[in-house]
């Protein structure tokens, strides 16, 4: 079993930053990828950023410039430093970690933005 715990949401005005914070544990052996991933109110699930076990990253067009995906290994935790916020961020925001050919979700963290 893997669990996924995640933090760091909240409520913050436009122009803003959150630091959001991800802690694998449990059967943590090797993990490829780790990712973040968000829901906006109406619409469907969307990646936001990937990075990948060698250091390869993936980002949304609507993110790029303003978020940072990191990593520490040694901790199993994915991070997702957001700058620049803006009410088009208001969403849950979902860890996902690929291992092993198998996926989990953390529980979302739910991020407001307010303009």
């Known amino acids: 079993q893997v669990q996924l715990v995640e933090s760091g949401g909240g409520l913050v005005q436009a122009g803003g930053s959150l630091r959001l914070s991800c802690t694998a544990s449990g059967s943590i052996f090797s993990i490829d990828t780790m990712s973040w991933y968000r829901r906006a109110p109406g619409k469907q699930r969307e990646l936001v950023a990937r990075l990948t076990s060698g250091g390869g990253t993936i980002y949304a067009d609507s993110v790029k410039g303003r978020f940072t995906i990191s990593r520490d290994a040694a901790k199993n935790a994915v991070y997702l430093q957001m700058n620049s916020l803006t009410p088009e961020d208001t969403a849950v925001y979902y860890c996902?970690?690929?291992?092993?050919?198998?996926?989990?979700w953390g529980q979302g963290t739910q991020v407001t933005v307010s303009s």
């Open positions: 996902w970690i690929l291992q092993m050919g198998s996926g989990y």
